[in-house]
């Protein structure tokens, strides 16, 4: 059981990434209940799928030019000042989120101004964030601390969407995304008691010249471009999460405390693949692991989608006996999405010389949580017009076709062997 068990020697060996990362587990929480209540203060002020995917699109935009320019500051100032900078944005939008909803506004447009601006902000806190991890431990520790960092969001992704259901059904938006306020300041100090971390070797201006210097360093690095593309496909092609609070509406029932329930089966998964991410550190063929782990999430999807359809609709206050199908096939894809997500992250700060890992992990950002967003609008639009449930089923099925055409076409990154990592 040990060997099974996660890895905690980053924890042990390293204090700064044992408060950073206790600090992001608290924050996390808070952080899924808004995303959560969000789109369900969305739906009830619109009544629409498409408005609720459409806040993918709102965030995209700022998420993509933050974490583009904010990977070339990240590698071009303290790492430590960049995070605690964005984090002070991050809370203050989310402050603004809460306001919003306490004053009664019913505004989707203020709303959706909000969110943009909190993805502005957190498109530049993540390349900071995720580019301290490998000045915090050891490089052979790497897959250790990136799994401990999936139980983290599986936990709050578990935790998150089952608070927001009950919360919003109970308190209201108000008081759900008040949670996120406060929960966040134990992230801002985590980051606070870092040392000092300036750039390491020469220093590029940031700007959009270093920009363009990290774009020239990824397209001559095949695997770790391939790390973006697969993921890419699992989350533009096959992203569920805009679909859920219509389906638990008028397809399996229960409203927003189903969307909870499915939200949170997903980060069951991702919390145990963590759990038991003990084994993860032998593998060695970790590009094969993603390829699989991908294709994985696409049969989950596709699976949870067919349930929906069996399901026929349903309307009622209480979900129907399809929710636990339904909710194993989310668990399903939880696990395959954390696995995906160790390795992907482990080849990237393993292949990236420190001083481009700002920049790369920019890209890493935008495609993490710039592709889920713009799956959000993909499915959204094809459940205007094929339904919830046949969306989720095309699209996993086209994530798993992708992902073959992308292997056969870069057979390298297969062949990556943790040992040697080549870029």
Known sequence: MPKLLADLTPLRESPDFRRLWTGTALSAVGTQLTLVAVSLEVYSLTQSSFYVGLLGLVGLVPLV???????????????????????????????????????????IWLLYALVAVNAGAGGLNHPARSAIIPRLVRPELLPAANALSMITFGLAMTIGPLLAGVLVARVGYGWTYTVDVVTFTAAMWAVYRLDPMPPVGEVQKAGLKSVLEGFRFLATRPNIRMTFLVDLAAMVMAQPRALLPAIGAVLLGGGAT???????????GAFLAGLFS?????????????????VAWGLSVSAFGVVVVMAGRNDGAEPTAW?????????????????????????????????????????????????????????GVDASF???????????????????????????FARYDARHPEP
């Open 323 to 379: 929710l636990i199908p339904a909710a194993i096939a989310m668990a399903c894809a939880g696990i395959a999405d954390s696995v995906s997500g160790v390795f992907r992250s482990t080849i990237l700060q393993s292949a990236t010389p420190d001083a481009m890992r700002g920049r790369l992990q920019g890209v890493f950002v935008v495609v993490v949580a710039g592709g889920p967003r713009l799956g959000d609008l993909v499915a």
């Open 65 to 107: 030019l933050a974490g583009l320019y904010g990977g070339s500051v990240v590698d071009a100032y303290d790492r430590r000042k960049v995070a605690l900078f964005s984090s002070v944005l991050l809370w203050l939008s989310t402050i603004g989120i809460a306001a919003q909803a306490w004053a009664g506004l019913g505004n």
């Open 258 to 268: 189903t969307v909870g329930v499915l939200l949170a089966a997903t980060a069951v």
């Open 386 to 412: 094929l339904g919830e449930g046949w969306a989720a089923v095309i699209g996993g099925l086209v994530c798993v076709v992708l992902v073959g055409v992308l292997a056969r076409s870069q057979p390298r």
């Open 278 to 294: 003990g084994p993860l550190g032998a593998v060695r063929r970790q590009g094969l692991a993603v390829l699989w782990s991908v």
